[in-house]
Structure formats: C-alpha cells, structure tokens
C-alpha cells in the first residue's frame, strides 16, 4: 500500500467544499430569475383579468343605463346606487359582483354627478405591463402610468356616441360634389 504525500492531502481537502458553495450560488442565481419571470407571468395574467371583468362590468353599465332609459325621456344616463344592483332579478345585467383582481379587493367606485355608479377602477397603483394593443372597447388605456388609471366606465371613453366606436377622420363614407 502506498501513502499519498501530507501537502497532496491538504490541497484535496477544501475542493469538494469550493464546488458545493459555487454550485448552491449557481442555483440561488437561477431561483431568482425564475422568481422574477414567475412574477411577470403572475402580473400579465392578473392584468388580463382585471381587463376581462373591467369590460364586463362597463357593459352591464351600459346596458342598465339603456334598459332604464327604454321608453322615457330622460336627459343624460341613469346609472346604479351599487354594484349589487346590476346583480339582481328579474333582469340581471352582471352575473355576480366581481372583486378587483389587481387590488385584491373591492374596486374603487367612480361616481357619476348625479348619483350612482358611472364606473369602476382599480386601486392598485402599479405600472402595468401592458401599455398597448387593448381591445377596442378600452384603447383609451394606452399608455396609462398606472392600473388606478384604468377607468372602466359608461359613457366609455373610448367610443364615440353612444352606440359604438368613434369613426376616424377621412374613414366616413364618401362624398359626392
């Protein structure tokens, strides 16, 4: 049997130990940046969300407006005391109170001048992801600084009159001289 030299046994001995600590700082490298993508996809998805219900509900805002509207003369919109209220029978405009998904909890209610609520925001004060290419009931959200700016309401910004998109300049129809 043979004996390996005392200074051969002293500079093996504290390599194991140098690969371990450069393999765990490896992994806490790769743990945080998926942590950090993970957060983004979170975020997009709650976006998505916030948006989906945001739209749902300006609709079910609309359409109150218009059913109370039906057969009277009334000069400008009619809007609900509550959330609630679009929930309830025999014509239900809302399938159920939603909370905001961003938020985390009750949304912030945006009333209108004569009473009621004329829309919903969120109250979270995040810089969304999202900056553009919103679907069209909503592009006035573009480039909005925070999720709290996301106002979804009725009369919609976003439309011009009030039965559907604003037409651009140039794109009415023709004129004949």
């Given at each position: 049997m043979q004996c390996s030299p005392t200074w051969l046994r002293r500079t093996e001995g504290?390599?194991?130990?140098v690969m371990v600590m450069m393999a765990v700082t490896l992994?806490?490298?790769?743990?945080?940046?998926?942590?950090k993508q993970w957060k983004t996809m979170v975020q997009r998805e709650l976006e998505m969300d916030l948006l989906s219900k945001g739209i749902e509900i300006q609709a079910a805002l609309a359409l109150y407006s218009a059913a109370a509207k039906a057969g009277r003369v009334t000069p400008g919109e009619i809007y609900p005391h509550s959330l609630a209220?679009?929930?309830?029978?025999?014509?239900?405009?809302?399938?159920k109170v939603y909370l905001d998904p961003v938020?985390?909890?009750?949304?912030?209610?945006?009333?209108?001048p004569t009473g009621g609520v004329m829309g919903v925001r969120s109250k979270s004060k995040l810089k969304p992801i999202k900056q553009n290419n919103f679907p069209l009931v909503v592009r006035h959200f573009?480039?909005?600084p925070t999720h709290y700016d996301w106002v979804f309401q009725h009369p919609n910004p976003s439309q011009g009159g009030i039965f559907g998109a604003a037409v651009p300049p140039g794109a009415g129809p023709?004129?004949?001289p």
């Open positions: 504290g390599f194991s130990y992994i806490g490298l790769l743990m945080t940046a998926a942590a209220e679009l929930t309830r029978s025999p014509k239900p405009f809302l399938r938020g985390h909890g009750e949304w912030e209610l945006v009333r209108a573009q480039g909005k023709a004129r004949t």
